[in-house]
């Protein structure tokens, strides 16, 4: 097979027995079958993640003992990967994805993007000079409805903006989970893996990002409070954020993990001064509009009607549902795109409505930084780190 016509050549740090996310980031990459999967370190403990290499039917010497000796080891054959995805919890994510990165590697590397913006700057700039691709998978930008719904936002659907709402409240450790031997909690509540503002880092950014993408806005300056509602945790659980957005928009973000009775909570809602948009994760094939006269218009995943941003994004037709896997292939076939465009020296496929990159985990992560500052003075408004970034 010709270079042009292969798939691309992935490669997974994390993923491990008992993981939660690597296997999303494996079923995505699958849909539209435009990866393979052929190298990996898929986990910390070495025999466990030779047994996961062995079900992945990963090549004979290809899974890897560490990511330093994967990227050394990728980067010299003829054949390696053409991106490295990094699914470890959030205190590593910056040594592994700088090691693919300063390597000419393209970086899927799971939010928080790092842990404080001089690192997550750093591997923007990495990307850069290398003249590769640092993406970072805030999946829910990746769903036919969102789309539509910042497709309508942009062409002035709801008129002048005004306010925007959103929660990602879940309700998933309003017990002390950590204290049950619960994987994930554990490093979620623990301030040296996870941050101290964890929650931010956590479901916070995710929130963030989504509102960027659907108004296309940025912040000001915001105000942040931070709670522990479960007693004795090390974290911040609960944030409420207030938001100056571009020209005057406020904003509101709460996020949570222990949002009792909550499944996975999130939920965002747009106003504007013709009219004002919701859409709910748990409920993803509907995007509720509403007009000045308080008409609400449902629209559907798979209508005909809906703008070209979503229609691309469907599969299977109207009335068929699709979910969160969908969402993350549609993540990746977005970045298979861009990806094959460089290999193949083709234009770029980059469009206005594309997939989340390193900035936007910088800004992510700015955000948390905002907030936290904001918290330790006592909720004081503060400028984010990347209201400069606007200015450039
Ligand atoms: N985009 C999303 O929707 C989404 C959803 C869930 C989690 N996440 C993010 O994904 C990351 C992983 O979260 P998770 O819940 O899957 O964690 P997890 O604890 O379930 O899994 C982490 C895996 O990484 C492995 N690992 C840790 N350090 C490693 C290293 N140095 N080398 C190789 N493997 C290593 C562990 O053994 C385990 O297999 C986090 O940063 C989290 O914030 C994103």
Redesign the pocket.
């Known amino acids: 097979m010709t270079e042009a016509g292969r798939r691309l050549r992935a490669g997974m740090?994390?993923?491990?027995?008992?993981?939660?996310?690597?296997k999303t980031h494996r079923y995505g990459m699958r849909l539209d079958d435009r990866y393979e999967l052929v190298a990996g370190?898929?986990?910390?403990?070495a025999s466990q993640a030779s047994r996961v290499a062995t079900e992945l039917h990963i090549p004979e010497g290809r899974a890897y003992a560490?990511?330093r000796q994967m990227a050394a080891a990728e980067a010299a054959r003829p054949d390696g990967i053409d991106v490295a995805v990094v699914?470890?919890?959030?205190d590593?994510?910056f040594a592994?994805a700088k090691a693919f990165l300063e390597r000419g590697i393209a970086v899927v590397c799971?939010?928080?993007l790092t842990g404080d913006s001089a690192t997550s700057a750093e591997l923007v700039r990495l990307a850069e000079e290398n003249g590769t691709i640092l993406a970072v998978?805030?999946?829910y930008s990746a769903y036919a409805m969102v789309r539509q719904a910042a497709r309508m936002v942009r062409d002035g659907a709801l008129g002048r903006i005004t306010f925007v709402d959103v929660e990602h409240a879940s309700g998933w450790a309003s017990t002390p989970l950590e204290l049950t031997g619960h994987?994930?909690a554990q490093?979620r509540t623990t301030p040296e893996v996870a941050g101290f503002p964890s929650v931010v880092a956590?479901l916070g950014t995710?929130a963030y990002q989504l509102a960027r993408y659907i108004t296309g806005l940025e912040t000001d300056e915001l105000t942040g409070q931070l709670q522990t509602l479960v007693p004795g945790r090390e974290v911040f659980d609960h944030a409420t954020v207030s938001l100056r957005l571009t020209g005057g928009v406020t904003g509101r973000i709460w996020a949570s993990m222990a949002a009792t009775g909550h499944n996975h909570g999130l939920r965002i809602r747009v106003f504007g001064d013709k009219g004002s948009l919701e859409w709910q994760h748990e409920d993803p094939h509907h995007l509720s509009v509403q007009d000045l006269a308080g008409t609400t218009t449902i629209l559907t995943h798979g209508l005909s009607t809906l703008s070209d941003d979503a229609a691309r994004l469907t599969r299977v037709g109207l009335g068929h549902p699709e979910g969160f896997l969908e969402a993350f292939g549609n993540f990746y076939r977005d970045l298979a795109d861009e990806l094959t465009a460089r290999r193949d020296g083709t234009p770029s496929t980059i469009r206005e409505l594309s997939f989340p990159t390193g900035i936007d985990g910088l800004v992510g992560v700015q955000f948390v930084e905002a907030v936290a500052a904001s918290h330790a003075n006592n909720g004081a408004w503060t400028v984010p780190a990347s209201a400069s970034l606007q200015e450039v």
């Open positions: 740090v994390g993923g491990g027995a008992g993981a939660d996310i690597g370190v898929f986990g910390r403990d560490g990511f699914a470890t919890p959030n590593s994510h592994i799971e939010k928080p998978p805030h999946c994987k994930q490093w956590d995710h």
